[in-house]
């Protein structure tokens, strides 16, 4: 929770960006002092799957994003209900979020 005497930021988000980008496979890695996140599409019957996006975070930033996702995870499933797991990490650590 935020502290009152943080100031407010204002984030602006154009209409491009607003659109997203669709991913179903994400693959993290890390150096000392950085994390990599590659966020991909794959396709059925495509072997190939190039990378949409990538988040280059401090290591701070990575665990505080970590935190935020559990959290949010959390207040998401106690609303909506629990989140079902079926799918097999991928290739280089990274997790195939879609069908195989």
């Not at 980008?21 to 890390?30: D, G, V």
């Not at 930033?61 to 797991?85: D, P, T, W």
């Not at 799918?87 to 997790?95: D, E, L, N, V, W």
């Amino acid at each position: 929770m935020a502290n009152e005497n943080q100031q407010r930021m204002e984030v602006e988000l154009d209409a491009e960006v607003a659109q997203g980008k669709y991913s179903n496979l994400a693959i993290i890695s890390h150096s000392p002092s950085e994390f990599v996140l590659d966020f991909a599409a794959v396709l059925p019957g495509v072997q190939k799957a190039k990378v949409k996006s990538r988040i280059i975070l401090t290591p701070e930033h990575a665990k505080a994003l970590m935190l935020s996702l559990q959290e949010n995870v959390a207040r998401y499933e106690r609303n909506v209900g629990e989140i079902k797991l079926n799918k097999a990490r991928g290739p280089q650590g990274g997790f195939n979020m879609g069908q195989a």
